[in-house]
Structures are given as C-alpha cells and as structure tokens.
C-alpha cells in the first residue's frame, strides 16, 4: 500500500473513532445523577485523551511515512547520479570493448574449420594457440561488454524511477 492510501486509511479510522467518541461524550452529558454526571465527565476527558493520544501518534506516523519518502527519493536519485557517472567512466572502455568484438567476428569470418583442421593436421601450434588467444580476448570482450549494458540498464531503470516520481509530483521544485 503505498503512503497516500496509508494516509487515507488512517484518517478514515482517526475520523471514524472520533466521531464514535463524540457520540458517546453526548450521551455521557445527558447523564441526570450527580455521580453519574462526574463519571461520565470523567469518562469523557478519558476519552478525549485518548483520542489526543492517537491523533498524535498518526501525525507521527504521517511525518514518519512523509520523511522515509523523501529520504528514498533522495536515495533514489543519488543512485542515478551514480550510475551515470559510472557510464560516463566506462564509455572508453565500452568503444574498446566493441571495436575487438567487431574485429575478433571479421577474424572469425577468415578462419575456416578447413583452415582449423589444416592447422592441426601439420601441427602449427603457434597458430592454433594464437587463434585461442583471439578467442579468449573475444571472450572477455564480450563479458565487459554484457557488463556495460548492465550498467546500463542500471542507469535506464533508474532514471525512469526518477521520472515517475517527477511526473507524480508535478508541483515539487525542480532538483
């Protein structure tokens, strides 16, 4: 439930109790009997106490729910500054990443099994073991960049958390 229906839903009950208290402090007022009158006063200062006490609590519990909001938000919004710093940092990296990916996919292009097949048959290790390392370098290639499109994407979903806080707030300051 989130913090408006809480809202909603205290208030109603606060609301509710009140307006039962009210009903029975009328019906206490019309008491005849001295004592019954002093009980019933009594009883009446009781319950409004009571219902101080619990109109204090929900606004505590309102600047509670109010403050947790606006402190996730914040957090929110830092994690996005992160992210996005973090992208920023990565982006040489990830042009890297993507220009041995394309090379190492053009030299897998050149590398026939029959090629393979000679290599092995004359016993040209030197070749076999350079294209393992090229497929090696390939491998990594590819982990960072799977890596960068989570951050990436990282970065999206918060950005579009943000956004919808933004767009739910229309009349908050701009940040």
């Known amino acids: 439930m989130n913090t408006r229906h809480v809202t909603i839903a205290q208030g109603w009950f606060v ?32 319950m409004r106490k009571q219902l101080d006490t619990v109109e204090r609590r929900l606004k505590s519990v309102q600047a509670n729910l109010r403050a947790e909001s606006e402190q996730a938000e914040k957090s929110l919004r830092e994690k996005l500054d992160e992210a996005r710093r973090e992208l920023r940092a990565q982006k040489e990296r990830v042009e890297q990443t993507q220009a041995t990916l ?53 970065e999206a979903i918060l950005d579009a958390a943000v956004a919808r806080i933004d767009a739910a707030q229309p009349s908050a300051t701009a940040r």
């Open 15 to 46: 609301g509710t109790f009140a307006i039962a208290i009210a009903a029975v402090l009328a019906a206490a007022s019309f008491a005849v009997d001295d004592t019954a009158s002093k009980k019933a006063a009594q009883f009446r200062d009781n």
């Open 102 to 154: 394309k090379a190492r996919a053009q030299e897998k292009l050149t590398e026939t099994e029959g090629a393979v097949s000679e290599w092995k048959a004359k016993r040209e290790t030197y070749k076999l073991n350079a294209r393992a390392d090229r497929a090696e370098a390939y491998a990594a290639a590819a982990i960072d960049h799977a890596a960068a499109a989570i951050n990436e994407a990282e």
